[in-house]
């Protein structure tokens, strides 16, 4: 029997859930329901014959079958853009410079970087990655052109989504039991030192900061040698570290709202305007 035609919509659904980690979060980058996208990844494997992915109940993972696929698939999905551009008029190019936290760049970044890089592969990004107090007076200066922050007021650039704050701790060390509380923290203007440190005040918890630092590798540091417990975003909390909860005898903590802002000096920028648009477009969340 002839080999199934592979329809692009089926491949672009197995790309945006294998760069996405999940159905869910794959969805709103497909602008489809969660349902439909299962649909269309049962279409894909009964075209080829056999599973593209193992689906455990916390993660995805590709079968041989999709890891082969997987390479074909983007290469399919990046000679269609080509294609696309073709058709539609010249090929964007220019610059954007796009401001960055660590602990949002791994996360966030990633699909956002590769679905632009796939349409518009003529403009050049430079990325800058900072703490959000240090990204905020670069945006205002002109020095870069957009930046996905923690924002410090409400109409500050535009709301992405809202990202909890949680307490981490290393299982083996226990230092969330010490008195005073050692705490690795931002620097000094940081908003999430300011809700970790606020949140302390409120308990009336006696602490200590132990390490600060605008790094958060150097947090992560502090926290798996037992010098400290930290607050960090949730996304970037790693898989060795415990969740801290008021069990721990720690205080809840508030979420921040991730925000996308722009500096009035890109206005008037194709590449600027194509990169805003695709950050909104992948990481805006309803509501």
């Not at 945006?16 to 709103?28: E, F, M, Q, R």
């Not at 918890?205 to 958060?216: G, I, K, M, Q, W």
């Amino acid at each position: 029997m002839p080999a199934a035609d592979l329809q692009l919509d089926w491949m672009r659904a197995f790309v945006a859930v294998v760069d996405a980690g999940s159905l869910t979060a794959a969805a709103p980058l497909v602008h489809r329901s969660q349902s439909a996208l299962s649909m269309q990844l049962k279409k894909l494997e009964d075209a080829v014959g056999r599973p593209v992915l193992n689906r455990g109940p916390r993660h995805l993972e590709l079968t041989p079958t999709g890891l082969a696929l997987l390479g074909h698939a983007r290469r399919l999905l990046e000679v269609h853009a080509q294609a696309q551009a073709a058709l539609h008029g010249p090929a964007l190019s220019g610059r954007v410079s796009l401001g960055v936290p660590d602990d949002y760049a791994a996360t966030y970044l990633t699909p956002v970087l590769r679905s632009f890089a796939t349409r518009h592969a003529g403009v050049e990004i430079t990325l800058v990655c900072e703490q959000s107090t240090s990204l905020l007076p670069k945006i205002s200066r002109g020095e870069i052109d957009l930046a996905l922050v923690s924002r410090d007021r409400a109409n500050r650039g535009t709301l992405l989504f809202r990202e909890p704050l949680v307490w981490v701790g290393a299982p083996q060390h226990e230092a969330w039991r010490r008195d005073p509380l050692p705490v690795a923290t931002y620097e000094a203007g940081s908003l999430v030192r300011k809700h970790a440190l606020a949140a302390l005040d409120a308990q009336r918890r006696a602490y200590r900061v132990a390490y600060n630092s605008a790094s958060l590798a150097g947090q992560l540091a502090a926290v798996e040698s037992g010098l400290a417990v930290a607050v960090l975003t949730r996304c970037c909390m790693p898989p060795g570290l415990q969740l801290l909860q008021e069990k721990h005898g720690l205080p809840a903590l508030p979420s921040v709202e991730v925000a996308l802002v722009r500096s009035r000096a890109s206005a008037g920028s194709g590449a600027v305007d194509a990169l805003h648009a695709e950050v909104l477009r992948t990481l805006r969340r309803p509501g």
